[in-house]
């Protein structure tokens, strides 16, 4: 799994930073947090195929977090046969797709497929065998969502125990891999004779929120935590205004959920460095990054 930085400035894109985007990627899917303006652009610097793109979370509907969508869509449907995406955003998402699509004229040739989520507390609203996503409501000035992407925990087969107990290849492994017990040539094995454990992922994607129980809970034990940093300490009272988050209060955020990594984001314009974000942070939570543009991480 690889997050990589498209935008990560605050309501206005820097010389350096872009508007708000992550993408990450793991196997066959593409999960992008937010779209702003220029999103596309800063995959294609970087490399990113833009068709990757499986499914769009939206934090919320201001500007700067969703205004990089209809041009995806349009690239997207011009290279693409089928395409399929799926967006998922708070109630009113709906609506405003529709109205976006309306802003300017083009043949639509992708399935858009729109979830709405409104979330009293941690919700599990994607799964399938092997992931799964969730979401929680934010405190922001617009109705706001958190978001975790999650990797499963899974078995995997011990080619030593395989060997030991003399057990050939094929389709009593899968269901020992599933977590069934079974019967090879007489003798019963549990998965616990066949398999060694590997521990699955989480990233969690919180932007535009003042502090609430919901962050920690949505966070709570992921390995890397994408987190609003507007602003250094000594502007707390811009954070509670605007409906942000300090440095700090990230920080505590993370110590709180007990994540493995920090990474700070959308930061305000008037930070030229984030040596005194970075610092303030450090001095809750140690393990911290300020991320930059085209950063990759990898989980």
């Avoid at 490399?47 to 041009?71: E, F, K, L």
């Avoid at 087969?157 to 020992?176: M, R, S, T, W």
């Amino acid at each position: 799994m690889e997050i990589t930085f498209l935008g990560t400035s605050c309501m206005v894109p820097t010389k350096d930073r872009n508007v708000a985007g992550v993408f990450l990627k793991y196997k066959e899917e593409g999960i992008l947090f937010d779209c702003g303006e220029g999103t596309q652009r800063q995959m294609n610097i970087c490399g990113i195929n833009r068709n990757d793109v499986t499914r769009i979370c939206v934090s919320h509907w201001h500007g700067d977090h969703v205004s990089g969508i209809i041009g995806l869509i349009q690239t997207v449907g011009n290279s693409a046969d089928e395409k399929v995406l799926h967006i998922y955003g708070p109630m009113g998402t709906k609506m405003r797709m529709e109205h976006l699509m309306l802003s300017c004229i083009f043949e639509n040739k992708v399935d858009i497929r729109i979830t709405e989520l409104s979330p009293k507390g941690v919700e599990r609203f994607f799964e399938n065998e092997e992931i799964a996503i969730e979401c929680a409501p934010m405190k922001h000035s617009v109705a706001c969502n958190a978001y975790s992407f999650i990797v499963k925990d899974k078995f995997n087969i011990d080619p030593a125990q395989l060997k030991k107990h003399n057990i050939k290849p094929g389709p009593h492994l899968q269901k020992i891999k599933d977590g069934e017990t079974i019967v090879y040539e007489g003798k019963k094995f549990t998965p616990a004779m066949l398999t060694v454990p590997v521990a699955g992922k989480k990233v969690t994607y919180i932007t535009d929120t003042r502090p609430n129980k919901f962050c920690a809970q949505i966070a709570d034990g992921a390995d890397v935590l994408v987190i609003d940093a507007t602003y250094a300490n000594d502007l707390a009272d811009k954070a509670d205004q605007y409906g942000h988050l300090t440095a700090q209060e990230s920080a505590q955020i993370a110590s709180a959920a007990g994540v493995k990594k920090l990474a700070l984001t959308h930061f305000s314009q008037r930070y030229k460095s984030t040596h005194e974000i970075e610092s303030d942070a450090r001095t809750v939570f140690d393990n911290v990054i300020c991320a930059k543009d085209f950063m990759r991480v990898n989980v």
